[in-house]
């Protein structure tokens, strides 16, 4: 063990290098870069079917391997980056140069550390695995940074066309905190954008009793949306609601505004649909509906993965955690939302699991090599527990 963890010897690892090759591919969303193609070559190689499809730039995979009748799973995960700009970065961002024992450059972390990871499990349980059963799945986009339009929505919808059931999905996400395995998560919470248009009535600040002021009606509105009271929250997934945005154009100081504009983003609780929300917002403004226009915008659905009495992923996925780093994960639906969201359903079990996050989206993105390692490790047990 210590000496495959040694200094020297960390550079060379199959996972390292896989780490490298994905981040000096430029595949800023929705670009692929030649990281999609990579990945077919390599899981061809390992004995997968793979189909690759571009829609409006956005490239994504469906590869399959089957191993006779059992569970079908997937792994699921996005080779696409932000930007990241030279100059303010210890090594160039597209490089994947080792410092100070970790992987540098955009996407150590979100996400081709965790695809990387999966491409070594994936090649030991193939190779090096007996007894295997069921239908392996990886399903890899070029678009979840940005809109994911095209991306595992599309997936997912190619997969239901071919009448194809997931029984569960992994989501290569990093979800850790401290150390890796330390936190998984087992759902998100919902998002859902609106823009209001509130309509009052103009005229001379010296008789206000002529006008509709609305500006103030933005406070009352303001007010009624940070008192909703979410009762369906579940435990430890609270509904949260925060205006974004207060707009009144050409403000003159003798003039009462006739119109503004107010904008607030919903993080809501697996206990609501988007229809719900939408719904108890309404309610709040009911008496306001005359002066106000709402226009909803990128709803994304919450998601939920409990326990299971059969074949229950998050029991396979906490065993290989604990097998691995001696400890049970924690369980949490916190953070944004995340593709995950397109593959879960009544019958899908969908779980993430994957490395640190406390760089993502940063200057100087890294993962520690013994970061990579380990999430390696947990997911060949995940595979094996999944797969045999
Ligand atoms: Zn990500």
């Not at 890899?140 to 940005?146: A, L, M, P, Q």
């Not at 998601?303 to 229950?312: E, G, K, L, W």
Request: net charge negative; with cysteine; charged share 20%.
């Amino acid at each position: 063990m210590s000496i495959e963890l040694a200094p020297k010897l960390q550079p060379h690892s199959d996972v390292v290098k896989a780490l490298q090759t994905l981040i000096q591919f430029k595949s800023v969303t929705p670009q692929q870069a030649g990281a999609i193609d990579w990945l077919a070559t390599k899981l061809t190689q390992l004995g997968f079917e793979c189909e690759v499809f571009t829609f409006n730039q956005v490239t994504n995979l469906i590869a399959k391997v089957s191993f006779g009748s059992g569970p079908v799973v997937a792994f699921s995960g996005h080779i696409d980056v932000v930007p990241a700009a030279e100059g303010d970065w210890r090594v160039d961002p597209f490089s994947g140069h080792v410092v100070d024992g970790a992987v540098y450059g955009r996407g150590a972390a979100d996400m081709k550390g965790g695809v990387a990871a999966m491409l070594c499990a994936t090649e030991k349980l193939v190779t090096q695995s007996e007894d295997k059963q069921g239908t392996f799945y990886w399903l890899i986009t070029s678009d979840e940074e940005g809109e994911a339009e095209y991306g595992s929505l599309l997936i997912a919808e190619r997969l239901a066309k071919q009448g194809i059931v997931l029984d569960g999905c992994l989501v290569g996400e990093p979800t850790s905190h401290l150390h890796v395995g330390d936190t998984i998560k087992n759902g998100r919470r919902g998002a859902l954008s609106a823009r209001l248009s509130i309509q009052g009535k103009a005229g001379h600040v010296a008789y206000p009793d002529n006008t509709v002021n609305a500006a103030h009606l933005s406070a009352e509105v303001v007010k009624r949306l940070t008192a909703i009271c979410w009762h369906k929250d579940e435990a430890s997934s609270a509904t949260t609601l925060q205006v974004t945005g207060i707009n009144i154009a050409n403000v003159v100081d003798n003039l009462v505004p006739a119109r503004c504009e107010l904008t607030f983003n919903v993080r809501y609780s697996h206990g609501y649909k988007s229809t719900d929300v939408k719904k108890e917002i309404q309610f709040a403004l009911t008496d306001l509906a005359d002066t106000i226009k709402i226009q909803w915008e990128r709803p994304c659905e919450s998601y939920y993965t409990a326990y299971q009495s059969r074949d229950c992923l998050l029991n396979k996925l906490e065993q290989a955690v604990l097998e691995v780093t001696g400890n049970f994960p924690l369980l949490s639906t916190s953070g944004g939302t995340s593709d995950g969201r397109f593959f879960a359903n009544e019958h899908t079990q969908v779980i993430e699991c994957g490395v640190c996050n406390n760089t993502i989206h940063q200057v100087n993105e890294h993962v520690p090599i013994t970061d990579l390692l380990c999430i390696e490790k947990i997911y060949y047990a995940a595979l094996r527990n999944i797969f045999s």
